[in-house]
């Protein structure tokens, strides 16, 4: 079965740190750009970050940091100095289209993506 699994969110104190993993499994990522998306209730989705396959990136929010690691086909978000606003579901992506390179225009961060993982929920309070 092709598809992506994130997995590290969870409850964090404000000012805390979190690393998100997103993992491919049926498939290799090494070609394929990963952006992480993330949803608050009564929100629209809104796109983090991403990395390209040559591993360029671009971060929409300061305090992420976006890495991957195609030796263990998978694709990290570093979150720094957490508030309670980041909390959310958070979601990732991965598209083969344009090589994997990383786009932002009109509002929309890459893709069309081919493949995205169920989320994985960050929660932020004391």
């Known amino acids: 079965q092709l598809r992506l699994v994130e997995s590290g969110g969870g409850l964090v104190k404000p000012g805390g740190s979190l690393t998100l993993s997103c993992t491919a499994s049926g498939f290799t990522l090494d070609n394929f750009g990963v952006a992480w998306f993330r949803q608050a209730p009564g929100k629209e989705r809104e796109g983090v970050s991403c990395i390209s396959s040559g591993s360029g990136h671009i971060n929409m929010k300061a305090r992420f940091t976006i890495s991957r690691d195609n030796a263990k086909n998978t694709v990290y978000l570093q979150i720094d100095s957490l508030k309670p606003e980041d909390t959310a579901t958070y979601y990732c992506?991965?598209?083969?289209?344009?090589?994997?390179?990383?786009?932002?225009?009109?509002?929309?961060?890459?893709?069309?993506?081919?493949?995205w993982g169920q989320g994985t929920q960050v929660t932020v309070s004391s």
């Open positions: 992506g991965a598209y083969a289209k344009n090589a994997g390179s990383c786009t932002y225009a009109n509002g929309v961060l890459s893709g069309p993506y081919d493949y």
